[in-house]
T-cell receptor, first 114, second 110 residues
């Protein structure tokens, strides 16, 4: 079965650079979520989109922005990168409402800021 | 205080043993409950949804106690491949995001 696709899988950036992470949800899933997971921590919710509109916002820094496009893929844009932004970034998708809100995670993008 | 609290473990058990652990949640309006497993440096994978009546999937049994606001997971006949971190996940009503516990680490030894 098709899964959530994330690219790139690994990314190395320097401080103050920008990064763009991409997420392609499972076909027919209409909601996309972004999570950040630091070493030894549980995933922290950043932001979500439902039908291309922002649906919820968590602990996303102002330096980050995201959007969902007409084909339902999403991009997380990160500017003025800091060392503390080094983490695993997961995208998850869920099927249309009424499906028990199960979220399916992609393999993640490992961002290293040097 | 975190919305979802879990015993971090680790639970070290021999192959074939039964292991069980709980998590508690603070938001009584929570609507949906899940157990995910996460292997080191990999994505969380949905193990099972948890229903009010309790549910079983092979060697895994999940229970939900809404009155006491806790969820449990029991693993029977443990396999080496069950070694992972098990994340208790709660979905509050009228919210999109999931609330994660910090995870319970299980190590199954030969």
């Amino acid at each position: 079965a098709a899964g959530v696709i994330q690219s790139p899988r690994h990314l190395i950036k320097e401080k103050r650079e920008t990064a763009t992470l991409k997420c392609y949800p499972i076909p027919r899933h209409d909601t996309v979520y972004w999570y950040q997971q630091g070493p030894g921590q549980d995933p922290q919710f950043l932001i979500s989109f439902y039908e291309k509109m922002q649906s919820d916002k968590g602990s996303i820094p102002d330096r980050f922005s995201a959007q969902q496009f007409s084909d339902y893929h999403s991009e997380l844009n990160m500017s003025s990168l800091e060392l503390g932004d080094s983490a695993l970034y997961f995208c998850a998708s869920s099927p249309p409402l009424g499906s028990a809100y199960e979220q399916y995670f992609g393999p993640g993008t490992r961002l290293t800021v040097t | 205080r975190k919305e979802v609290e879990q015993d971090p473990g680790p639970f070290n058990v021999p192959e074939g043993a039964t292991v069980a652990f709980n998590c508690t949640y603070s938001n009584s309006a929570s609507q949906s409950f899940f157990w995910y497993r996460q292997d080191c440096r990999k994505e969380p994978k949905l193990l099972m949804s948890v229903y009010s009546s309790g549910n079983e999937d092979g060697r895994f049994t999940a229970q939900l106690n809404r009155a006491s606001q806790y969820i449990s997971l029991l693993i029977r006949d443990s396999k080496l491949s069950d070694s992972a971190t098990y994340l208790c996940v709660v979905h509050p009503l009228n919210d999109y995001k999931l609330s994660f516990g910090a995870g319970t680490t299980v190590t199954v030894r030969a």
